[in-house]
């Protein structure tokens, strides 16, 4: 940032004027951010691939029929046979259920099973938009089938007793998670600022951020066909709080150096801004082009999501170097209280932890490198215990969900794919040969009439196995290959269980398209930052081998302490873009101060210098990001546990062990040869050994 520009932000007059607008942008995104739920697009295709096979099933399945249907199944069970009068009640139920306001199309049933043991009805119904209204809606059903059910026992599977459980469990989670968050922000800001009054500044302009960028994202979506979903809006709060948070962090640090060299706290502002300026704006750049990479995702949730938050993190930058600023000076030195920095006065952080460390390291950088490098690298073994392939639905739980109990007693006594049928869609002249390969299948155990729609036909089959297992996911590879052999048939196989398959596929292309994107992405933006090639490599080194490194503990971690089956086969994905495209923050943070100090006093010692200087405050940071994404490990998802654990562990690592002791390490060995082929690698040897020299103020004073 320019020195004019800094100036008038922070200036006597301009701080004012500044906080003005950003309280009228303020109150404007407080009323555009409470109707963000109303433009969110949560239609069951928006979470989809979007060239997938099981997609276009989806699509054209409406000319058929209902593709709001959210079927319950009700099971009846009696040990030793049902009698005519659990028929009667069953009978009595589905005629009830006809009259149901959600019904969307037949009751299909009593059914009665091969066992003589169960019965079976299945009830589509329509919550249209309305997901969370699942729930309530299964509980009515529930009363309606145990009410008078004389010894019957009844339980209520399908897809609505899946739905309500998940809708249960994203009951308040996005205030519920923005509360939990805020909680521990200001439980690291008081530690680290140990001060009363402080750790308000950055946490008010941190929220007036996460509300203008909720109005942005309305505004967008509203006018711009920005997608925003569910899970999108939710993640949106968080990540700009933390990221905002960190700005702060780094703001605060240098505004506290430059206090004690300039009498003026206008002057100090406006120095502090000028420097710290540029690393945040290349960190929250990199965040958000590494976000906008997510556009190129097959997934629609995971395409849809890169450019919501990306609007975020810009909103929250802006915010933090205008508005957070201007209200710093406003306030003046006594907003430090009890521990102001005093003009004139030393600067801690030269007797602190970490120039202890960096004082530790540097007489042997070589020997700390490979010794930190060798442990990271064992670290990396874990992997192997990492089952990225994908989890059922009761999988997907902490805990056991109350529809797995349903889908056993179901699975017992009918097929378990009952209400989650397959379906294909061919040419009405094929459909025959079509429902006959179909019903040929031994993992379909009944295939409906056709439905024939013009010169395309429609036809579903019941699934004998769970639509959500491996075993379903093969035998859908079987349909489609025989399907799609039949000649002129141009069929395509859809349902859940084809979903499911679509979605892993989707999931694994997308880890080796995306990842690579948003290294490259950051490779360059660190190339242009630091004016060098050897850096740039050599921090996308260390970022894959942290990465690497959190992925193996969370493998073991998730194996064999937490007990979970396995992780979503986008798990690794979002894991990447969080702890890189986030923690990239701190490489910047760290070796912008490094590339400023060696301009003055050589690597090795501005390498020193730069860890003395940001060691706390990239400490202060992580921590923030970490305790913000480890409320997530109190979600009753696997899901969000898993993403929650991997981030909260793979930025303390980053910030404690890779940024503090493996970069410092090397650019204690490496020295100015990490700047090549900038000329600051040409530049003649410095007098590493003895103090910096002094620094003049923008006035001139003597600090």
């Known amino acids: 940032m320019t020195r004019s520009l800094t100036g008038r932000l922070t200036g006597r007059r301009g701080k004012w004027l500044v906080l003005v607008v950003w309280l009228v942008l303020a109150a404007v995104g407080g009323s555009l951010a409470g109707q963000l739920t109303d433009v969110e ?69 009593p059914i009665p099973s091969e066992d003589g043991e169960a019965l ?77 009054i402080l750790w308000l500044l950055p946490l008010l302009c941190a929220g007036v951020a996460v509300t203008c960028a909720q109005g942005v994202v309305y505004l967008l979506a509203r006018y711009a066909d920005l ?27 240098r505004y506290r150096e430059e206090l004690r060299r300039h009498e003026d706290r206008h002057e100090a502002m406006d120095f502090a801004l000028h420097r710290a300026g540029p690393a945040v704006m290349a960190s929250a750049g990199t965040v958000v082009l590494g976000m906008l990479c997510l556009m190129v995702a097959e997934m629609n949730s ?34 430090f209280w009890p521990k102001r920095p005093q003009f004139g006065s030393d600067e801690p952080t030269t007797r602190g932890l970490w120039s202890k460390v960096g004082n530790w390291i540097r007489p042997r950088p070589r020997l700390v490198w490979v010794t930190t490098t060798v442990i990271l690298g ?24 109350d529809f797995a109990q349903a889908e056993q007693v179901l699975g017992e006594h009918f097929d378990v794919g009952a209400g989650d049928p397959v379906t294909v869609i061919a040419n009405a002249d094929q459909i025959d040969v079509v ?32 639509p959500y297992s491996d075993e379903a996911g093969d035998a859908i590879g079987d349909i489609r290959s025989a399907v799609h052999g039949i000649e002129g048939g141009d069929a395509i196989v859809g349902g859940s269980a084809a979903i499911n398959v679509d979605m892993q596929d989707a999931s694994a292309r997308d880890n080796l398209v995306v990842i690579p994107l948003v290294l490259a992405v950051v490779l360059l933006i660190l190339v242009l930052l630091l004016r060098s090639l050897t850096a740039p490599l050599v921090l996308i080194g260390t970022v894959i081998l942290s990465f690497a490194a959190a992925l ?106 890779v940024r503090a002791v493996l970069v410092t390490a090397l650019n204690l060995d490496i020295g100015r040869h990490m700047w090549w082929p900038s000329q600051l690698a040409k530049a003649e040897a410095v007098d590493e050994t003895g103090p910096p020299p002094g620094e003049r103020t923008l006035t001139q004073a003597h600090p």
């Open 552 to 657: 193996g503990v969370s493998g073991f971690m998730f194996k064999n302490v937490f007990d979970f089956a396995g992780a979503d086969s986008s798990f690794p994905l979002f894991a990447f873009v969080f702890l890189v495209a986030l923690g990239i923050d701190y490489n910047i943070f760290l070796m912008t101060r490094v590339r400023e100090e060696a301009i003055k006093v050589g690597t090795r010692r501005g390498a020193l210098i730069g860890l003395a200087a940001t060691g706390g405050v990239i400490t202060s940071a992580g921590a923030v990001l970490a305790g913000t994404f480890a409320v997530f490990l109190a979600m009753p998802l696997v899901f969000l546990a898993e993403i929650g654990f991997v981030v909260a562990f793979g930025v303390l690592l980053d910030t404690l062990i």
């Open 120 to 196: 079976e009805l299945i009830v589509p119904l329509d919550m249209g938009d309305d997901w969370e209204a699942a729930p309530d809606l299964l509980d009515s059903v529930r009363d309606q089938a145990t009410g008078e059910a004389g010894g019957l026992q009844v339980e209520v599977a399908g897809p609505l007793a899946m739905v309500a459980d998940q809708a249960e469990s994203f009951g308040d989670l996005d205030s519920n998670l923005l509360l939990a968050a805020v909680a521990v922000v200001i439980v690291i800001l008081l530690l680290t600022y140990r001060s009363p």
């Open 302 to 335: 995971t395409a849809g999501m890169g450019p919501v938050l990306a609007a975020g993190v810009a909103v929250g930058m802006a915010a933090m170097l205008t508005l957070f600023p201007a209200v710093l000076v406003i306030f003046g030195r006594w907003i």
């Open 41 to 109: 697009e949560n239609d069951t295709v928006e979470w989809l691939p979007g060239s997938a096979e099981s997609t276009a099933a989806f699509t054209e399945q409406a000319d058929f029929a209902s593709t709001d249907a959210v079927p319950a199944v009700i099971v009846y069970v009696r040990d030793g046979g049902v009698t005519e009068a659990d028929m009667a009640k069953a009978t009595a139920d589905a005629a009830a259920f006809g009259n149901l306001e959600e019904l969307d199309g037949e009751v299909q049933g």
């Open 435 to 466: 429902s006959t390969v179909l019903d040929d299948h031994p993992a379909i155990g009944a295939v409906s009439e056709p439905v024939v729609v013009d010169d395309r036909a429609y036809v579903e089959g019941t699934l004998s196995l769970q």
């Open 378 to 401: 064992a670290l990396t073994l874990g992997i192997t215990q990492l089952n990225a392939n994908g989890l059922s639905l009761e999988e997907g739980f902490t805990n056991e969900p």
């Open 227 to 253: 997608t925003v979903n569910a899970q999108s809006a939710s993640i949106l709060a968080i990540l700009v709080l933390a990221a905002s948070i960190d700005y702060a962090l780094l703001l605060v640090a």
